[in-house]
């Protein structure tokens, strides 16, 4: 088993509904959810007009490879509602891989740790709250 961290956000419709929803089909996808920080409200971080985000952060142990968990992570998403329409644009629910136990990968569309974590402070806090030590 690895642990993880995936970042969780929504700024449509029924926000908390979302993430709740989001972290049970972790559980059905061979996912097993440890923890979850607290849930923050946040502004956008975008040039395009949208609402605030509900975010926090889920730790996470799975036997599943990288890009098998990112798969597994965008088909919840696809299964509630997310539509990839425009680039930072709303959405029912984001969830991104932080980290992958300790490796480092940097391939087409998968980068860990994520490369935006150090830009988001709801990132940053919930890693915090959940007592990941930021490398």
Same mark, same amino acid.
Request: charged share 35%; aromatic share 6%; proline share 4%.
């Given at each position: 088993?690895?642990?993880? +961290? &995936?970042?969780?956000? /929504?700024?449509? $419709?029924?926000?908390?509904?979302? &993430? =709740?929803?989001? !972290?049970?089909?972790?559980?059905?996808?061979?996912?097993?959810?440890?923890?979850?920080?607290?849930? +923050?409200?946040?502004?956008?971080?975008?040039?395009? *007009?949208?609402?605030?985000?509900?975010?926090?952060?889920? #730790?996470?142990? %799975? %036997?599943?490879?990288?890009?098998?968990?990112?798969?597994?992570?965008? =088909? &919840?998403? #696809? /299964? @509630? $509602?997310?539509?990839?329409? @425009?680039?930072?644009?709303?959405? %029912?629910?984001?969830?991104? &891989?932080? +980290?992958? $136990?300790? =490796?480092?990968?940097? #391939?087409?569309?998968?980068? !860990? *740790?994520?490369?935006?974590?150090?830009?988001?402070?709801?990132?940053?806090?919930? @890693?915090? #709250?959940? $007592?990941?030590?930021?490398?």
């Amino acid at each position: 088993m690895t642990r993880c +961290y &995936i970042g969780i956000g /929504s700024n449509m $419709g029924d926000r908390r509904s979302f &993430i =709740e929803k989001a !972290i049970e089909s972790m559980g059905r996808a061979g996912i097993n959810v440890t923890r979850v920080s607290s849930i +923050y409200e946040t502004d956008p971080v975008s040039d395009i *007009p949208q609402g605030k985000y509900l975010n926090g952060v889920a #730790e996470i142990e %799975t %036997t599943l490879k990288p890009r098998d968990l990112l798969d597994a992570l965008n =088909e &919840i998403e #696809e /299964s @509630l $509602g997310r539509k990839r329409l @425009l680039r930072n644009g709303p959405r %029912t629910i984001d969830l991104d &891989i932080l +980290y992958y $136990g300790n =490796e480092v990968i940097k #391939e087409d569309g998968l980068k !860990i *740790p994520h490369e935006k974590i150090g830009e988001r402070e709801f990132v940053l806090k919930g @890693l915090r #709250e959940l $007592g990941k030590a930021l490398r």
